[in-house]
């Protein structure tokens, strides 16, 4: 980074326009990463304000730097390690809804202790138009002692460039004289032995020391920074109710009062707040909520399977034109399979997961940033609770139906990490639609067509029974993994809700292309990589046969595979080359047919599933001349697809979403085990009740 780079900071309660006021300052000019070692999000972004490059520093949503939330011990630690060494941002913005200046100038209060020049963005001012609420930015300006307070709205790109301006000249400030907030004399001598021991162990300034002494006063620690002895921390806190102060709401007093005085109170006309109210009258109805809930998520179900078809074929033939057309112009050699088998392949896998991706995420946004979701959370939240999972749980779950990949990445919008882990982990047990031609070729070639009492047909009974057994087991371990993994905190649900906001497209257009390209680059390198370990596996080594042909899948590595393990899944009726298919589906579990159609020889063409079908219905064993194909193995198979984790996608986008190897190889490990034992019941349960 050039010297005269700038770094700002963008901190603000969570829905108070920091997105949307990113995305203006930056553009497309960003870089999503995750904090080190969580999975908390962060972005950073490069500008220029007139002349002067700025880098910006997107911070998780925050309502104070008492954390509550993953998302918010983030930022204290952030703020600490600003105080104590170099990192410091030159410049921070704080972002204020002016509809609701003072719960936002709270945490306003808490960053002006820290000796970094402020500039407020007081965002929304269109709103606060609307809702003719008089905000006078130049008191709150004089009262806080900040840089500058800009009024902005996000929406209508008011008052951008005099922020760039003033953003550019509160960098340059060196001494920043912000005010502080007064603290009673008697308050100040109680908190005494804590603030000299913040000032002996971290040489900060007076203030600075205060407002983490009362904070330690108050809390009993602040994030981030040792921890006095406890013995020291009583004294205060029974000195402190010796006068009159109850210390668990020490910091927050003394810190509205302040406001109180300093800020001028806004009234908020009653007409407004009662539409809203009416609103949402309606949409948590006791039986009208769930109705509108099931019909918003029919629809996205039914978007993300229709709509998304259209676009995967294309993508899906594209791809195989590129591949045939980079195959005629390269010589054949091991060189041009390479890249049409393993590489073009790789990323045909990665691509065909972008329509569904880009849906659900553009309806997911649609329901955040316009206020639905927070309802449907706390409308859901108690149901979910039951099975250890959160309110804002079902709709990824419900998108599973269609691909996990989607619903995965959906997850994030729940803002419990356990709660969220737990999603991820059951999400894939979701019968997803790559298991359709599975369940399709299996029903097809072995499940009779008969009637089931009078109304049902057994192979749609037989389909239903998967989608069945796959969500129940899904809800069942919710509960046991949610009993099993580390709790945290429960945070205290915050009750109020966000009002109901008319979503900016800017910023869903954004996200909806920052998430697909997060897609793209993180989790398809791991695919890409899989892709051609698997395209290595399926095509050596390489063996001259007798009928001139160079290789065959028979005499490959995963070949080799699939009858090493032979041993191992005959106990669930799978011969070798169901284990071969096992092995290459890794990549997707619809490849299992593909793979099965490439072992039996069959040609390409229009009966291509019918001679498959045929095929299989005659290979029988070489050594006892029975079938290798019985409705009892087909129902095995089945069985095991419900819940084998065979699919590389999910297991990069488990990686990229937990960001650490643990939870997509526990994700593995579970599955695969659960998926061997459902088999073997079906398999030795049916032998034993006498089928075959
Ligand atoms: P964040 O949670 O702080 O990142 O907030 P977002 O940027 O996601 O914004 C929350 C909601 O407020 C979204 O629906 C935005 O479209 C909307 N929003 C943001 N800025 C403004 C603004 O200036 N005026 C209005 N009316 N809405 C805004
Ligand atoms: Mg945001």
Redesign the pocket.
Known sequence: MAKSTKKIALL??????????FNILTGLNQKVSNYPGVTVEQTFGMAKFETTMVQVHDLP?TYSLVPESQDEVIVSQEIIKWVQEESAPDCIVS?VDSTNLERNLYLTSQLTDLGIPIVIAL?????AREKQLEVDGSKIKKSLGVSSVVP?????NEGIDLLKKNIVNACRETQPNASFFPIPEPVLSAIKPLRIWVQDRYQLSDELSNSFAIRIATNGKVEGLDQPNLDMIEQVQSDLKRIGFSHEILEPTLRYSWLDQAIPKAEIPIKQKSRSEKIDELITHPWGGPIIFISLLTFIFQAIFSWASGPMNFIDESIADVGNWVGTILPSSLFSDLIVEGIIGGAGAILIFLPQILILVFFLTLLE??GYMARVAIMMDKAMTKVGLHGRSVLPLMSGYACAIPGIMATRTIDSWKERLVTILVLPLMSCSARLPVYVLMIGAFIPDIPVLGIFGLQGLTMILMYFLGTVTALILALVFSRWIKKEKKTSFIMELPPY????MR?VFHQVFSRGKLFVTDAGKIIMAISIVLWFLASFPKIETSDGNKQSIHTSYAAKIGKTIEPMIKPLGFDWKIGLGIVTSFAAREVVVSTLATIYNVENGEENIMSLTDAMKRDKDPITGKNIFTPLVALSLMVFYVYAAQCMATFAIVKRETNTWKWPVFMVIYMTVLAYVGSLIVYQGGLALGFS
């Not at 603000?12 to 006021?21: D, E, I, R, V, Y």
């Not at 906001?501 to 900016?504: E, Q």
């Open positions: 603000g309660n969570p829905n108070s326009g920091k997105t949307a006021l949503g972002i965002n929304m001012t269109d709103l902005i709205s996000a929406r209508l940033d316009s906001r008319v979503p900016l910023s």
